[in-house]
C-alpha cells in the first residue's frame, strides 16, 4: 500500500522561510518523479514543483522560481519542498503527489497522493 505523508506546514508570516516534507512508503522511489501541488480555497490545485526520479532534472512554476528549491533523498524515500521569502498568496494546502519516472505538470498524471499540509502565510 502505498503512503505519502506531508509534514512541515504551519503558520508563517510574509518573508519566512518552510521546509515540507513528504516521506513515502510502500513506492519505490527510486523510479518514480514527485510533484509538489498547491490548492487554496475556491481555486483549482495547481503545480509548484516536480522532480525527475534520479532528482536530475526538476521544474518550478513562474510563481515560485528563485523562491522554492526541490530536493530529493532516495535512502529516506523523502522529497522536501525548501520555501523562502514566503508570500501571502503562497497560503494554500501543499500535496505532494508520485507518477512513474517523468516529471508533469497535470495533477491527473500522478498516481499516488498524499493528504497535504497547510501553509498559511500572514501579511
Known amino acids: 500500500q502505498v503512503q505519502l505523508l506531508e509534514s512541515g506546514g504551519r503558520w508563517v508570516q510574509a518573508g519566512d522561510s518552510l521546509r515540507l516534507s513528504c516521506q513515502a512508503s510502500g513506492l519505490t522511489l527510486r523510479s518514480s518523479a514527485m510533484g509538489w501541488f498547491r490548492q487554496a480555497p475556491g481555486k483549482e490545485r495547481e503545480f509548484v514543483s516536480g522532480?525527475?526520479?534520479?532528482?536530475?532534472?526538476?521544474n518550478y512554476a513562474d510563481s515560485v522560481k528563485g523562491r522554492f528549491t526541490i530536493s530529493r533523498d532516495n535512502a529516506k524515500n523523502t522529497v522536501y519542498l525548501q520555501m523562502n521569502s514566503l508570500k501571502p498568496e503562497d497560503t494554500a494546502i501543499y500535496y505532494c503527489?508520485?507518477?512513474?519516472?517523468?516529471?508533469?505538470?497535470?495533477?491527473?498524471?500522478?498516481?499516488?497522493w498524499g493528504q497535504g499540509t497547510q501553509v498559511t502565510v500572514s501579511s
Open positions: 503527489a508520485a507518477r512513474p519516472f517523468a516529471i508533469g505538470q497535470a495533477p491527473a498524471s500522478y498516481n499516488f
Open positions: 522532480i525527475n526520479y534520479s532528482g536530475g532534472t526538476t
